[in-house]
């Protein structure tokens, strides 16, 4: 099995790998790192940087799989397939996956979230060839059974109850997407819904492994101390021979609905003081107004001195706490505000001082100045995310897998630095109104509450 690309652009790499491989895109990510992208004929894409700094590896594999590709009545599939992956497997007992990487004095992990899941081994640049067999061996050979379902299937259960259902900030969480989206799978929680997690099947499961833990959907990023005609031969023995699979097209084309009114919900919890999240609807991550609304949170949440904190938590002393998070999503999704009441505060009287603010930016965009330190800011957050290996990895594999091209970690850069102010008062104005926002209030349990549940 050979690696096709573009032809023309194979410098660099020896005669002999030169007849093997081509080489299919390529861009710097920071100073002095290549980033260059290769593609199996089956469809498995591998992107390789460079970085001899220090004698490490990161090894990751993406996979273009999350929550967003399952259906109803089968959520939590792609999350419960982070556990299963390191079980047992054709070749190897279970537990020997970690007890190969602990040996090595490396480290394992793995993610879920709605457009993607991904693998991560943190290594010696030595052992870079046991990382590929590794995670070839998991693609293609996972063994799943009755035994090892059931026993994730339990963590995952379990994992359930203290993140949601017995943690307040995990229901505020679940419910804020669960009212914002009507129609399109950002609406279920990644880690799915308890009573489907419960009638996962395991003939269902075997399907979605062998669905979309193939070649052609996923992405391997290597980043660190390595040689690119050893990593180039080592993916293409390991991965060469895998058949590429049959990807369903499932959630492509469903586009939420505008939303035309204002959402609230509000509950009852074990809690002290209110506590509200806010989430406003917002463009994908792709859009060029995701990163003046990046901006935005910055502006409003990003230090002490922004807009909301400084108002809410410094000045009026009406809350304790105050976040703003946009989310990097494939699709349109949420810019959310999280605020910790103070005592003797309502989560009422901080909507009230939100709008206010939120207005202000609007009738008064803000000065240059305010907005170039809320740039400086956002951007030190991003390349900051990008100085070690692990971190160029995950990003490089969050951009291939979510927005199909790892080169847009530079066009994000890019965009953040040509915000103005002018952009932030009209994105302000086209985004954050009361119409598009959904509201998720939660507040403490009166002694009538207690009663009930008893």
Request: aromatic share 6%; glycine share 6%.
């Amino acid at each position: 099995m050979k690696l096709v690309g573009t032809p023309a652009r194979t410098r660099g790499i020896n005669d002999r790998m030169t007849q093997s491989c081509q080489l299919d895109a390529e861009c710097p990510v920071g100073r002095g790192v290549m980033a260059r992208r290769f593609v199996l004929e089956n469809g498995l894409r591998l992107i390789s940087a460079i970085d001899k700094r220090a004698p490490i590896v990161a090894l990751q594999t993406w996979f273009r799989v999350g929550s967003r590709h399952e259906r109803p009545g089968a959520t939590g599939m792609a999350h419960l397939f982070e556990h299963l992956m390191f079980g047992q497997t054709k070749d190897m007992p279970p537990g020997e996956f970690d007890r190969l990487v602990e040996r090595t004095g490396g480290e394992s992990n793995a993610a879920t979230w709605v457009d993607w899941t991904y693998y991560r081994l943190s290594l010696p640049a030595r052992d870079l060839p046991l990382g590929v067999r590794l995670e070839a061996e998991r693609m293609q050979h996972l063994v799943l059974e009755h035994t090892p379902v059931e026993s994730e299937r339990d963590v995952v259960t379990n994992e359930r109850r203290e993140r949601v259902e017995d943690d307040v900030d995990g229901w505020l969480d679940e419910q804020l997407m669960a009212q914002a989206f009507t129609v399109h799978p950002y609406r279920w929680p990644t880690i799915g819904w308890m009573e489907d997690i419960r009638a996962l099947s395991l003939p269902d499961i075997r399907t979605f492994y062998r669905t979309w833990y193939a070649p052609n959907c996923a992405t391997i990023v290597c980043v660190g101390d390595f040689e690119e005609r050893v990593l180039l031969d080592l993916v293409a023995s390991h991965y060469g021979s895998i058949p590429p699979g049959e990807l369903p097209q499932t959630a492509s084309g469903l586009v939420e609905p505008e939303q035309t009114r204002e959402r609230i919900v509000r509950a009852p919890k074990p809690i002290a003081t209110d506590r509200l999240l806010v989430g406003y609807k917002a463009p994908g991550q792709d859009d060029p107004d995701w990163c003046v609304l990046e901006i935005v949170a910055t502006l409003l949440a990003g230090c002490p001195s922004a807009r909301l904190y400084r108002r809410l938590v410094i000045k009026s002393e009406v809350a304790s706490s105050v976040d703003a998070q946009l989310t990097p999503f494939r699709d349109p999704s949420l810019l959310r505000l999280a605020v910790t009441a103070a005592r003797g505060h309502t989560a009422d009287e901080i909507l009230g001082i939100i709008d206010q603010e939120l207005a202000l930016m609007t009738e008064r965009p803000p000065q240059k100045a305010e907005v170039e330190k809320a740039k400086a800011l956002a951007e030190t957050d991003f390349w900051s995310a990008l100085v070690d290996v692990d971190g160029r990895a995950e990003a490089l594999g969050h951009y291939e897998t979510a927005l199909g091209d790892f080169r847009k970690v530079n066009t994000i850069a890019q965009r953040l630095a040509a915000v103005t102010a002018d952009d932030v008062a009209r994105v302000v104005r086209t985004y954050l109104r009361p119409e598009r926002r959904t509201i998720v209030i939660a507040t403490p349990e009166s002694p009538d509450d207690e009663s009930d549940d008893e």
